[in-house]
Structure formats: C-alpha cells, structure tokens
C-alpha cells in the first residue's frame, strides 16, 4: 500500500501561485509514476501532469502546459506541482495519484492507470 497525503491547497487570487505537494509513505516512492488530477464541481476528474520516476519525464494538460510544473523529489518521498498565473478556472480539487513502474521510465495520463490515489487539496482561484 502506498499513502499519499496532498497539502498546499488553498484561495489565491488569479494571476497568483501556488505549490502543492504530495507526500507518500508505504512504498519506495522512487518505483513509482506520479500524476496530478483535478476535479471542480459538476464536472469529471480530469489529468494535470505526470511524472516517471526519475523526474526525467513529464507530461502536462494543454490547459495548464506553460503555467505548471511538476517535479520530485525521490530523497523526500514527495511529488510538487508548482502552479503559476492562476486562473478562476484552475478551481478545483486537486489529487496526485501513483502508478507501480519499476523502472521503467513511464508517466500515465488516465486516472484508471492509477494505483493510488491522495484525499485531496481544495485550490480556490478569486478573479
């Protein structure tokens, strides 16, 4: 079992940053893919970033490509999205998820890839 456990959330106005993080415990963090999801009201979960294990690959929704940036830290046990210029439309809450990879330097876009999944951070942006 691997726990994750995000932090970071938090109301912001548009145009600000914030850092969320993801801290995982149970596992060696460093056999696993992370990702990114969120999810505002009424609407479906959808995919933020993903990282593999070794940081050295990383993908990013087109919505939010340019204005995030997911990395980690394999020492730490924890996965960082660094969120810039805000918008009212990156409300949501936001999940970070891990995937069993080994060594393979794989990162994963769909939530039913998954193993694990995080409580979640509330990431209120104010226009």
């Known amino acids: 079992q691997v726990q994750l456990v995000e932090s970071g959330g938090g109301l912001v106005q548009a145009g600000g940053s914030l850092r969320l993080s993801c801290a995982a415990s149970?596992?060696?963090?460093?056999?696993?893919?992370m990702g990114w999801f969120r999810q505002a009201p009424g609407k479906e979960r959808e995919f933020v970033a993903s990282?593999?294990?070794?940081?050295?690959?990383?993908y990013y929704a087109d919505s939010v490509k340019g204005r995030f940036t997911i990395s980690r830290d394999n020492a730490k046990n924890t996965v960082y999205l660094q969120m810039n210029s805000l918008k009212p439309e990156d409300t949501a809450v936001y999940y970070c998820?891990?995937?069993?990879?080994?060594?393979?330097?794989?990162?994963?876009?769909?939530?039913?890839?998954?193993?694990?999944w995080g409580q979640g951070t509330q990431v209120t942006v104010s226009s």
């Open positions: 990282i593999n294990w070794s940081g050295g690959r990383t």
């Open positions: 998820a891990a995937k069993f990879t080994g060594s393979r330097s794989y990162y994963y876009t769909e939530g039913y890839d998954y193993d694990y």
């Open positions: 149970g596992r060696t963090f460093s056999n696993y893919a």
